[in-house]
T-cell receptor, first 111, second 112 residues
Framework: NAGVTQTPKFRILKIGQSMTLQCTQD?????MYWYRQDPGMGLKLIYY???????DKGEVPNGYNVSRSTTEDFPLRLELAAPSQTSVYFC??????????FGSGTRLTVV | QKEVEQNSGPLSVPEGAIASLNCTYS??????FFWYRQYSGKSPELIMF????GDKEDGRFTAQLNKASQYVSLLIRDSQPSDSATYLC????????????FGGGTRVLVKP
């Protein structure tokens, strides 16, 4: 039981490049989330999903896209990377009720 | 805009003392309240959650909730150097999706 797995752990992108952050969970959780955390700040919700095929925007969705084709996977796509997207990205999941289980995070730098 | 506010700290406490962290929230309809601990460079980990007014204890940690005053607090008793971390308050509101809104976190430093 690996929990929530994120890849890659680190990535440096050039301005204008694109990439996909991967997130997989093996707990059969329905709800999955993508947050970003800027230095010294709390977490801001980017996108979330309540089940396969269903996604919705969070607080800061601009510049990102998601898909949820299976219960296990919830990738986050960055198109045309900008320096403002330099951050640490966390994926999380929950079944219902109690708190999130977080992945280990992806540290992204856009230069 | 639903907000969760925390003092950023750092909150410096001597080893063995009680650390007291506070969190206020703006959404009066909020249902559930969570405290996460985050070590530098790591992901948040759940310490405890509370739903009802009053106190909830788990080991050295006590969460206190006052919905009328819209605040939730965390007490860490017998603070240890290993408790040095950032503590994030998170609130689940009334909207669908089990979404959590996080505060900016309070950095705690426990000095031996």
């Amino acid at each position: 039981n690996a929990g929530v797995t994120q890849t890659p752990k680190f990535r440096i992108l050039k301005i204008g490049q694109s990439m996909t952050l991967q997130c997989t969970q093996d707990m059969n959780h329905n709800y999955m989330y993508w947050y970003r955390q800027d230095p010294g700040m709390g977490l801001k919700l980017i996108y979330y999903s309540v089940g396969a095929g269903i996604t919705d925007k969070g607080e800061v969705p601009n510049g990102y896209n998601v898909s949820r084709s299976t219960t296990e996977d919830f990738p986050l796509r960055l198109e045309l990377a900008a320096p403002s997207q330099t951050s640490v990205y966390f994926c999380a999941s929950i079944n219902q009720g109690s708190g999130y289980t977080f992945g280990s995070g992806t540290r992204l730098t856009v230069v | 805009q639903k907000e969760v506010e925390q003092n950023s700290g750092p909150l410096s406490v001597p080893e063995g003392a009680i650390a007291s962290l506070n969190c206020t929230y703006s959404d009066r309809g909020s249902q559930s309240f969570f405290w996460y601990r985050q070590y530098s460079g790591k992901s948040p980990e759940l310490i405890m959650f509370i739903y009802s007014n009053g106190d909830k204890e788990d080991g050295r940690f006590t969460a206190q909730l006052n919905k009328a005053s819209q605040y939730v607090s965390l007490l860490i008793r017998d603070s240890q150097p290993s408790d040095s971390a950032t503590y994030l308050c998170a609130v689940k509101g009334q909207t669908a999706g089990n979404k959590l809104t996080f505060g900016g976190g309070t950095r705690v430093l426990v000095k031996p």
